[in-house]
């Protein structure tokens, strides 16, 4: 099974990866345009299976390479705005230490209160908050409609705050903890 699918990737790879790059040339950078069309095979690589035979194969692989070209515009265009914002910050003396700690503390209780949600439920926050994928997407990545990924990423920070306020803090005044004021 696992030679067929090898030998099916090759193929696909063989007939159209000149296509492709030729595709994302035309649409990016050129030294993007090679990474996002190996990042397009490698996604073929993966779902194989999902992959239409004969003619309709090139389509498919043109959508990827949209998305993915897509994807690589948003995060660079998301980089140059950080690096903007970083680049016309004034420098203050910075925050005094007890605000670090503060914020070192709730980073930490956020990590332990992810941690102890199921699976499903740190994948979609993670998409949405770490990856910053709209919902669209992460119904893509998921395999699920964009109604089930409402649902299930409001249940997922319903249960993160649960979880966080068992550890003692109040996520209105995140820097109360066991009820007091820091």
Known sequence: MA?????????LYDRYFREVLAYC???????DAYDAANE?????????????RGESARPWLFV????????????????HRLVERVGSA????????????????EY?????????LSTQDREVLSL???EGLPHREIAEVLGCSIDAVDQRLHRAKQRLA?????????????YAVGGEES
């Not at 690589?45 to 999902?50: F, H, M, V």
């Not at 004034?90 to 503390?105: E, L, S």
């Open 128 to 130: 949405a908050a770490w």
């Open 108 to 116: 930490d209780a956020v990590v332990v209160a992810a941690s102890r």
């Open 25 to 31: 040339l035309r649409r990016g950078q050129d030294d």
């Open 162 to 174: 649960k979880q966080y306020a068992l550890l003692g803090y109040d996520r209105d005044r995140p």
């Open 3 to 11: 030679d067929s699918h090898d030998r099916r990737f090759d193929e």
């Open 40 to 52: 397009v095979f490698a996604i073929a690589w993966r779902r194989i299976e999902d992959v239409p």
């Open 64 to 79: 990827v390479a949209k998305r993915v070209l897509y994807r690589r515009r948003r995060g660079s265009r998301r980089f």
């Open 90 to 105: 004034k420098p203050a003396g910075g925050p005094d230490p007890a605000t670090v700690v503060v914020q070192r503390a």
